[in-house]
């Protein structure tokens, strides 16, 4: 059967309050950054990016912020619901690299009710 | 609206025996995409055609081919499962291998006996 994988991050907010995932990432040369949401047995599902030059984008509920001096990736999800709830992978994508994508290793987000 | 399928959701083969999962995309998108992804663990590409180029990664096994007869259509193919094999397996479309955001089917999950 499949190997043991390894232990996910994972953090546990109430319903309604905001959460924050953080993603380190590694490619000082990554100018594209992609958050995917992937619940239980199904693919990941796009969630927003941004690209390097850019410090911080928006979408509906959620923000991604980027900080390239410390390559430092995050997600803010504003008054999260259980449906929420799910794996959150960040990704990186390089320019000469093409359209490969890097995943960091993901964070499970459990929503309290 | 579905706009990457992948059938079947559930495949069951024995050691050994070839399969073969399918996806298709309803996007007219360049570029397709083959990741494993094990438990707890973030997708891992296995190679992507552009078009009708194949671009196979480093590191994946021989055991894993695939074909794309048309735009529309990726096939993987594993001609000896392995337990080890046991896993998801998610096809993924862009438009373009530039900076292009990569859109998810819901994957297969294959067990291995």
């Known amino acids: 059967g499949e190997s043991v994988g390894l232990h996910l991050p994972t953090l546990s907010v109430q319903e309604g309050d905001n959460s924050i995932i953080n993603c380190a990432y590694s490619?000082?040369?990554?100018?594209?950054f992609i958050w995917y949401k992937q619940e239980s047995g199904k693919g990941p599902q796009f969630i927003i990016d941004i690209r390097s030059n850019m410090d911080k984008r928006q979408g509906q509920r959620v923000t991604v912020l980027l900080n390239k001096t410390v390559k430092h990736l995050s997600l803010q999800i504003a008054a999260t619901q259980p449906g929420d709830s799910a794996v959150y992978f960040c990704?990186?994508?390089?320019?000469?690299?093409?359209?490969?994508?890097?995943f960091g290793g993901g964070t499970r987000l459990m929503v309290k009710p | 609206d579905a706009m990457v399928i992948q059938n079947p959701r559930y495949q069951v083969t024995q050691f050994g025996k070839p399969v073969t999962l399918s996806c298709s995309q309803t996007l007219n998108h360049n570029v397709m995409y083959w990741y494993q992804q094990k438990s707890s663990q973030a997708p891992k590409l296995l190679f992507h055609?552009?078009?009708?180029?194949?671009?196979n990664e480093a590191d994946t096994p021989d055991n894993f081919q695939s074909r794309r007869p048309n735009t529309s259509f990726c096939f993987l193919d594993i001609r000896s499962p392995g337990l080890g094999d046991a896993a998801m397996y998610l096809c993924a479309t862009s438009r373009d291998r530039v900076q292009e955001t990569q859109y998810f089917g819901p994957g297969t999950r294959l067990l291995v006996l």
């Open positions: 490619n000082s040369a990554s100018d594209y």
């Open positions: 055609y552009y078009d009708k180029d194949f671009n």
């Open positions: 990704a990186e994508n390089t320019n000469n690299a093409g359209n490969m994508l890097t």
